[in-house]
């Protein structure tokens, strides 16, 4: 493992945040726009985005992953311990929504008989054989997976900004993009 004495973290780390971060918002807004369209063309071409949004995000989220498995972050600001318990609690939650939401979709996708051509050129293996009944279980739990890391996002979110207005203890310049 890389160890690190700065109190940032390091530029790819940073990327790797910010572009999930977006990924994520951006995919969730285009979900939830997209259920509630009637079937046309755009719909379906939202349907394709999405789905390529998650295979994305799937993606990033294993590199991201694998960057932090072998590279130490920065110091910890001080703060108290039910604060730092709450926060390593949600950042777990995260990491395990960051697949869990994408392979619930991709499943649902598989289930549903609704191939994903990544980019409309590479065919995706089913994750699992097409069956009617699955697609319906597995479709409310995309949504509620989706919704609930919607939640501790925005969660994170809420303490970055009290950490930077009310605490002003710098942690969230840690993760700002640009230099220290």
Not at 119 to 128: A, E, H, I, K, Y
Request: aromatic share 10%.
């Amino acid at each position: 493992m890389s160890t690190s004495t700065s109190t940032r973290y390091s530029g790819p780390a940073i990327a790797l945040h910010w572009l999930l971060g977006l990924a994520i918002v951006g995919s969730f807004i285009v979900g939830v726009y997209m259920t509630d369209l009637p079937m046309s063309p755009q719909r379906l071409k939202l349907y394709n985005w999405h789905k390529w949004a998650g295979v994305c995000i799937l993606a990033f989220s294993a590199i991201r992953l694998l960057w932090r498995l072998t590279h130490r972050p920065p110091e910890d600001v001080p703060m108290p311990a039910q604060q730092r318990r709450a926060s390593h609690g949600v950042h777990i939650a995260l990491y395990v929504l960051f697949f869990a939401v994408p392979l619930a979709g991709w499943a649902y996708s598989s289930a549903a008989g609704f191939p994903i051509v990544l980019f409309g050129v590479l065919p995706l293996p089913d994750f699992v054989s097409a069956n009617k009944e699955l697609a319906e279980a597995i479709k409310p739990l995309h949504k509620i997976l989706a919704f609930t890391l919607a939640a501790l996002v925005l969660a994170h979110v809420a303490a970055a900004l009290k950490h930077h207005f009310i605490d002003r203890d710098g942690l969230l310049n840690r993760m700002r993009p640009g230099r220290a």
